[in-house]
């Protein structure tokens, strides 16, 4: 088993920046693809960011260019650098993780190891 323990949520003004991180433990190796997801209220969950064991990274077209993923060497820690931010980006935030290099961002059902989540508002 994999666990996933996400942090840095808050709330910031429109244009502003925040980094969320996700520590994971447990049965480490199994893990080739992590990845950010996030649900807004009464919407469905979506992709965020992807990023491979190598290094290979994915975005949703509406991050593009405003949000970063990245990793540590020992590729135990996931990060999500959060710029421009915008009050639709108001969401829960989820670290997610799976075996195979498949890496994903348009859909969650690769995925079977999950974060508890973390809020990100965004005030305008």
């Known amino acids: 088993q994999v666990q996933l323990v996400e942090s840095g949520g808050g709330t910031v003004q429109a244009g502003g920046s925040l980094r969320l991180s996700c520590a994971a433990s447990?049965?480490?190796?199994?893990?080739?693809?992590m990845a950010w997801f996030r649900q807004a209220p009464g919407q469905s969950r979506e992709g965020v960011a992807s990023?491979?064991?190598?290094?290979?990274?994915a975005y949703a077209d509406s991050v593009r260019g405003r949000f970063v993923i990245s990793q540590d060497n020992t590729k135990e820690n996931l990060y999500l650098q959060m710029n421009g931010l915008k009050p639709e980006d108001t969401a829960v935030y989820y670290c997610a993780a799976k075996a195979g290099i498949y890496c994903p961002t348009h859909t969650e059902s690769p995925y079977i190891y999950w974060g508890q989540g973390a809020q990100v508002t965004v005030s305008s």
């Open positions: 447990g049965e480490t190796y199994r893990v080739l693809c």
């Open positions: 990023i491979d064991n190598k290094g290979t990274t």
